[in-house]
DNA sequence: GCAAGGTC
């Protein structure tokens, strides 16, 4: 319930009438209060954000999660006295993965990871996060998102949004953009409250559904086959595959490259000295340099047959160094891989360990301007004490803090700077910490000032020029010592005065290739080009130094590992520029559109799961070329591996597919024991339509032989039967097919595929056909529909009959029965399906099904489903998935036995209660 | 055993 603003300034003169209209509208709010929960993107977030709200007059209480604190206090929301709940997650909330038996790699081939259903879920590590969430928005009215203004926020505040509408869906949302956690900027959010903007969200979604897809097809393919292919070098590698780490590798193998194919040229150039006592001053040549000898030469000689040097120019004009703009993630890395010796992913575990204990602020951040709110003087202040940099710091609140600013924001953070003072740091903790401090002192002081001296010269028509610097004033190289600037003496010329050089000399030399890439540089060409994030281009190179694509010469510059080059190698001998960055740009301006509402998430899907997907089926049709490119590094003989679609032949041989979810395929498998076997849907969990097949099966293996009795391309499969166990004169070796066909077979084995699945053993578990959907999960396909049918037909094995499309049918095989919930609630003339056996019946199930929760019709892609009711838009235009929703009603797998909460009856939850 | 993105 939410009342508009002029509402409520009605309501405040009809006190009474407005308490009414509330409870009403609101069964959560019994006191009359609103209450308002509030989420950040992490603790430090929600700690300071309800600091400036309640201005420090706050409750703090434990949340599930010890990171995630609490935060309770009074404010007035919209108008109205509220009770303000803040607390928050720790980014993301939820991440997509493969279902069940799907993450085991050779559950399926590689190819089929870009179509099989991927789930949203909560890793268990979160867990705890979520049932704060679950837990505080069950008393709420309203839920404010307070995650960073960024892409990733957004996504991650629907995330949240998810999570708390499952459990109260009449939630109302809204959506606070800060651009930095000062008092100001959160009480103007707070009084500009908006709905949370699902463009941007989905733009997320859409990137992680597609690293994943690809990231994992990729991975597997190439790990899998690379491992036979070369099994005394790569056999227990992980050759990973990843839209970031890849093009980081190419960057280096690319600088590798562009070194061995340099070709060096000869060039020549004059150079004049001055030198009076002890100071030589060189002047250098105009021209710079020459690549033809005989033309130098001449010019060389026409110097020297008159060296007399004519002062054209003397120019004498300030010059400044400037101070460094404030510090911003990138920044701190390069800093430190240069300046300090330390990598980048050091230097984050580091900062990051130095934010957490107070010393320094939020370190990942692409801001490099200091919010007008920050006190600077009082961070100053701080630092009076020192030392070192304690005279400094004086020097800068005396003159007043000039900060220099830079040009980039993220809406999010300030720039890194010192929180508080300390001086007991040890080591790389002290180094780290001291750049940030002088970093952020040199930048409220001053550029250093010289004066920059040009001498301009002629001989004989040729004409030089020298430089000197006289430094005036250091200022903020006082600080810091991380840049150097130094004095370059020079004589006093005067225009017009001729003096005769000590030395003229005509030299030679020869281009040079560039240097192989340090770290810094590898960062500064991944942000140049997009790839990754500043809070993730560290991890990228920690990655391809982990799967050995590169390596470090003289702990300072990169090079390629054989294994890395001979990938990158590999897949450009193919035509595909797997390790160029411009198709992760080409995604990003998909995404940017995605934003902007210009394109829509599902296109952008279909077309790039469609182009790489292209790209996987022809690297397996000509990855010879990737073995031979390896071959030559590794220097290593490739062994023979079958090129015949190797991404299905590196995994388990499918039977058929599978006729209860019609999407997977169902496979064979050996017991956990080893002792027997079963066939099941490779869609486990989702789709648990399994056969076990009797003790008598001693051996079975899929056949490369097709039914040709049945049409599809029904594989056959070998058996092998204890002696003498079967029927009289069947053989104990025998090969055939278990689709119907071979009616004797399928009989002894007790499989009846017309049916979902029969129970051979009575041993085993055999009602297992059911399809569910996770509870705590929201599943996203890609073409293909998730399989819902059979909640129409929870279909045991004892359901034979056959079913129409239409038709609901409860757990004991008959038409289920509509009903209509009488009691005084809120589901009151709610329909809803059950067992038609009268309740006192003794072998009445325990089916129950909400009719409005009906699963869609079969036909169509899902998109086309929107007239469907179960799809309804909520109040901020987005589109919900009804299958989360009807996600409570899968009790009916594994026997749903678990009792209601309220009427303690079997069968359904308390949320679906039809007793509410 | 897989990605990249948040965060602790």
């Excluded at 991927?118 to 709420?140: A, G, H, M, Q, Y």
């Excluded at 707070?190 to 903007?197: A, E, F, K, T, W």
């Excluded at 003159?399 to 809406?411: A, C, L, V």
Aim: glycine share 6%; hydrophobic share 30%.
């Amino acid at each position: 319930m939410f009342l508009k603003k002029n509402e409520i300034n009605l309501c405040s003169l009809f006190k009474n009438v407005y308490r009414i209209h509330l409870r009403k509208y609101s069964n959560k709010e019994v006191s009359g209060r609103m209450r308002v929960l509030n989420v950040a993107e992490k603790n430090d977030a929600a700690k300071n954000i309800a600091g400036h709200l309640s201005g420090g007059n706050l409750q703090r209480r434990e949340g599930f999660s010890k990171f995630n604190k609490i935060y309770e206090f009074n404010h007035t929301f919209q108008g109205l006295p509220s009770t303000m709940i803040m607390t928050s997650v720790s980014g993301h909330l939820l991440g997509y993965e493969f279902q069940g038996s799907y993450r085991s790699w050779t559950s399926c081939s590689p190819l089929e990871l870009f179509h099989i259903p991927v789930v949203k879920e909560c890793p268990n590590d979160f867990i705890n996060i979520k049932k704060t969430l679950v837990r505080e928005v069950r008393s709420c009215n309203v839920l404010v998102i307070w995650t960073d203004a960024d892409r990733e926020g957004e996504n991650i505040g629907f995330e949240i949004i998810d999570v708390c509408r499952e459990v109260n869906p009449r939630i109302q949302v809204y959506r606070a953009i800060l651009s930095e956690i000062t008092r100001p900027s959160v009480q103007r959010a707070i009084s500009s409250l908006g709905p949370p903007n699902k463009n941007i969200s989905d733009a997320v979604d859409v990137r992680s559904e597609l690293d994943l897809r690809i990231g994992a097809a990729f991975t597997r393919y190439q790990t899998m086959r690379l491992q036979k292919v070369f099994p005394e070098v790569l056999a227990k590698s992980l050759i990973s595959y990843g839209s970031c780490q890849f093009p980081t590798l190419g960057f280096v193998v690319e600088r590798y490259k562009d070194i061995q194919n340099f070709i060096p040229e000869n060039f020549w150039k004059i150079k004049v000295h001055h030198k009076i006592e002890n100071l030589d001053v060189e002047f250098s040549w105009q021209r710079v340099r020459l690549f033809d000898e005989v033309l130098c030469n001449v010019l060389y000689e026409r110097c020297q047959e008159n060296p007399s040097a004519l002062v054209l120019t003397v120019t004498k004009k300030p010059k400044s160094k400037w101070r460094p703009v404030p510090l911003d993630t990138i920044e701190l890395e390069k800093a430190a891989s240069r300046k300090l010796g330390i990598n980048a992913k050091e230097t984050m575990k580091i900062a990051e360990k130095l934010y957490s204990q107070g010393f320094i602020s939020y370190p990942r951040t692409e801001t490099n301007i200091f919010p007008k709110e920050l006190n600077l003087s009082n961070l100053v202040q701080l630092h009076v004490q020192d030392n070192n940099w304690g005279d400094f710091a004086q020097s800068i609140l005396n003159n007043g803090p000039t900060p220099r600013q830079g040009k980039k924001s993220d809406q999010a953070h300030p720039p890194i700077h010192p929180t508080k003072y300390t001086h007991v740091l040890q080591d790389r903790e002290r180094k780290v910490y001291e750049y940030v401090v002088r970093h952020f002192l040199a930048c409220l002081s001053k550029d250093a000032e010289g004066e920059e001296t040009i001498v301009k010269i002629e001989i004989n028509g040729e004409k030089f020029i020298a430089n000197g610097l006289r430094i005036i004033a250091l200022n903020y190289l006082e600080v810091y010592p991380y840049d150097k600037w130094s004095n370059k003496q020079i004589h006093n010329y005067n225009q017009g005065q001729s003096f005769m050089p000590t030395g003229l000399e005509m030299v030679d030399g020869q281009t040079s290739p560039p240097n192989l890439l340090t770290e810094a540089d590898l960062i500064s060409l991944m942000d140049k080009h997009g790839i990754g994030t500043d809070a993730t281009h560290a991890e990228h190179i920690e990655t391809i130094k982990s799967r050995l694509y590169v390596g470090l010469e003289n702990n300072k510059y990169f090079v390629p590992g054989e294994l890395g080059i001979g990938l990158v190698e590999g897949y450009d001998n193919m035509g595909f520029e797997m390790s160029k960055p411009h198709l992760r740009a080409e995604l990003e301006a998909d995404l940017k559109k995605i934003c902007e509402g210009t394109k829509s998430p599902l296109v952008v899907l279909r077309e790039q799961i469609a182009k790489y997907k292209d790209v996987f089926i022809k690297t397996t049709e000509q990855v010879e070329k990737l073995d031979q490119s390896l071959g030559k590094y590794l220097r290593t003989q490739p062994v023979a591996f079958q090129n015949n679609a190797q991404h299905e032949s590196m995994t388990v041989k499918n039977i058929r597919k599978c006729p209860v979810c019609k999407q997977t395929n169902l496979v064979l498998k050996k017991k956990q024991n080893n002792q027997g076997f079963f066939i099941t849907c490779t869609g486990f969990p989702t789709c648990r339509n399994t056969y076990w097949l009797p003790p008598s099966v001693i051996s079975a293996q899929v056949s490369d032989n097709v039914c040709f009795q049945c049409s599809g391309g029904i594989k056959l499969v070998k058996f092998q039967f204890n002696a003498r166990s079967m029927r009289p004169h069947y053989p104990d070796t025998y090969e055939g097919c278990i689709n119907g066909c071979d009616s004797t077979l399928c009989e002894i084995l007790q499989v009846n595929m017309s049916r979902p699945s029969s129970s051979s053993s009575s041993t085993l578990p055999s009602n297992r056909n059911v399809v569910t959907t996770n509870q705590n999960s929201r599943t996203r396909e890609n073409n293909v529909r998730l399989p819902t049918n059979n909640l129409s037909r929870p279909g045991s094995s004892q359901n034979t009959r056959p079913l129409n499309n239409d038709q609901v049918c409860c757990q004991c095989g008959n038409a289920a029965k509509l009903l209509t919930v009488t009691r005084e609630t809120a589901n009151k003339g709610r329909q809803f399906y059950g067992c038609p056996k009268p309740i006192s019946a003794t072998d009445r199930c325990t089916f129950f099904l909400w009719a409005d929760d009906q699963p869609m019709p079969t036909a169509g892609p899902p998109n086309t489903q929107f007239n469907n009711r179960n799809y309804y838009q909520n109040n901020n235009g987005q589109i919900n998935n009804p299958y989360r929703a009807r996600a409570v009603n899968n009790q009916s797998n594994s026997g749903g036995q678990r009792k209601c909460g309220h009427c303690k009856q079997t069968g359904h939850t308390r949320r679906n209660c039809p007793q509410n």
